[in-house]
């Protein structure tokens, strides 16, 4: 307690942002589940984050970088160390001709919706995946319509040291569902190029494919996205449903009747309830299909990796 309360008062004289202690992550995450963090700290700016990854290593402080919350499973017992939180930071929101860069706390959603108004087409298949758009590039979000990457030109970082740098989509080791960012580093901004479209063209599409998402996916219950990675040439949620495990209940956690690639929370889940059902989802589906399941989702401090 003594240790965080001194890291409070150090990381509060250090940046101008705001700092909490023993911050429930439930309340940060899509999924409603989570212990606290021992300490939480949001930049309020570029200077801030840098200030904060820089005493981080030299004070071998480990941190957990945290956008919209979307894709995560926190631990019940919670995250110690510094969790820097980024969802209320490079907010920033621009469109020149057919380019538009974008602060990586900006929510997808409104990323989606400059490009609509502005008649820009090309991240129409993102409609309706949550979260910040720094989290969507980490993990090279996407459905089988597009991946973020695909219409991105290049991300500005700050790496572990504090020192900036841009890179170039090329650069960014980006495969399906992932980047290879050198470790560390932290995304604060992205550079679209998109094409023209009419904006009623664009937001017809994207009518549409809310319209089947509403009708596919668990979308008024908690959740955190889709738990895994299409595995290739097969659906996740199709492999779950065929070894009989959809609408699977644990504690408040339920495999979704709607979709087998959501767990929902309905109603006091643990994250042991969610993990449970991953570590049964993964078992049965190999034992009966032969396939892998890899985690899509990030699993905080957890010995089960994607
Ligand atoms: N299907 C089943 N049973 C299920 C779920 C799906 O048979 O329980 C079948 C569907 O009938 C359909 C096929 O599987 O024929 C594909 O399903 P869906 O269109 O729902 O797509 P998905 O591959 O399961 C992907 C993304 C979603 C995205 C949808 C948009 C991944 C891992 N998931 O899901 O993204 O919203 O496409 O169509 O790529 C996310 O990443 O968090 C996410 C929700």
Known sequence: MLETQSLQERLQG???????????????????????????????????????????R?????????????NMLVPDWGVKGLVINLSRTFLE??????????????????????????????????????GTVGGA???????????????????????????ERILSRDALGAGYRRTALPAGSVI?????????????????????????????????VRSA????????????????????LKGLQRGGAQISEKHGNFIVNLGGATAADVLWLIERARTEVMVKTGVALELEIQVVGSPIAG
């Open 188 to 220: 604060v901004e992205g550079c679209f190029t998109l094409r023209r479209a009419t904006v009623t063209e664009i937001r017809g599409t994207i009518s549409k494919l809310l319209v089947r998402r509403n009708l596919t996916q668990p979308v008024a």
């Open 58 to 70: 030299d004070e071998a402080i480990p941190v957990l970088i945290f956008g919209g919350g979307s």
């Open 225 to 244: 996205g889709c738990i895994f990675k299409n595995p290739p040439g097969d659906v996740a949620g199709r492999l779950v449903e065929r070894v009989g």
């Open 137 to 163: 590039i980490k993990g090279n979000a996407g459905t089988p319509l597009i991946a973020i990457i695909d219409h991105l030109d290049w991300i500005r970082i700050v790496d572990g040291g504090g020192g």
């Open 14 to 56: 250090l940046i101008k942002g705001t700092i909490l202690t023993d911050e429930p992550l439930a309340s940060h995450t899509y999924f409603r589940i989570g212990g606290p963090a021992d300490v939480m700290a949001f930049p309020a700016d570029l200077e801030d984050l840098k200030r904060l990854l820089k005493m981080a």
């Open 93 to 130: 929101l621009e469109a020149v001709d057919e380019r538009i860069r974008c602060g990586a706390g900006v929510r997808t959603s409104r990323l989606l919706a400059l490009s609509a108004m502005r008649g820009l087409t090309g991240l129409e298949g993102l409609t309706g995946i949550p």
